[in-house]
């Protein structure tokens, strides 16, 4: 087992000294060979570690994922969508089925009487007001509608200058790729630190310990 580094305060001593410096300066972020931003393993888990100030929060933009609900179909069939609140409808899909929105022909939303449009509607199509509009569906069933929503956790730096990113069973795995503000980056070309650092707090005062062969 590797021999571990406190970081007390600010101060780097090693396990073995006997007196701990009683600095009162702020803990510094704990960075690995100078990188604000790696990766390590913590058992058998891939986790990616952000130095900081403490008690700092990072947002971390973890991309696009879907995001599905589920809708009734109206009287004649059809199903209205408002335009998502980045106004994009890329990635749409209806039932699983993915929809190019950019191809539809814009048309009015017609009156519906007696299971029928006062006009017909035999395919898909967007309103002037952008709403996009599927038809042929059974009237009163539930259709999922299905579209990326971006991603954000937030991280929470510690006391000892770091916080930690990794999956757990509401947010999912890692992702591949990352950003923090307008800065991009990708998990495999990480700094890997191997181990992470740990902290752990006595009577109030944080202490950060890091791997020996850091």
Avoid: H
């Avoid at 021999?3 to 702020?26: H, N, R």
């Avoid at 022909?105 to 898909?124: A, K, V, Y």
Wanted: charged residues 10%; hydrophobic residues 35%.
């Amino acid at each position: 087992m590797n021999k571990l580094q406190i970081v007390k305060l600010g101060l780097i001593t090693t396990a073995a000294l006997s007196a701990i410096a009683s600095s009162v300066a702020p803990a510094l972020a704990i960075e690995y060979n100078g990188a604000s931003v790696y990766k390590a393993m913590d058992g058998d888990s891939q986790v990616i570690v952000f130095s900081g100030t403490s008690g700092s929060k990072i947002s971390v933009s973890l991309g696009s994922s879907d995001k599905s609900t589920a809708r009734l179909a109206g009287s004649c069939g059809e199903v209205r969508i408002s335009p998502p609140s980045s106004g994009d409808f890329t990635g749409l899909k209806v039932d699983g089925t993915a929809v190019d929105v950019s191809s539809l022909s814009t048309q009015t939303l017609p009156s519906c009487l007696s299971g029928s449009f006062s006009e017909t509607r035999s395919t898909n199509f967007k309103t002037p007001t952008g709403q996009v509009v599927i038809v042929g569906k059974t009237p009163g069933a539930a259709v999922a509608v299905t579209l990326p929503s971006p991603s954000t956790r937030t991280v929470t730096v510690n006391g000892c200058g770091f916080g930690i990113l990794k999956a757990t069973s509401t947010s999912g795995p890692l992702p591949s790729s990352f950003a923090i503000g307008a800065t991009s980056y990708t998990v495999a070309s990480l700094p890997n630190a191997g181990t992470p650092p740990y902290c752990r707090t006595l009577n109030g005062t944080p202490y950060g310990y890091v791997p020996a062969s850091w």
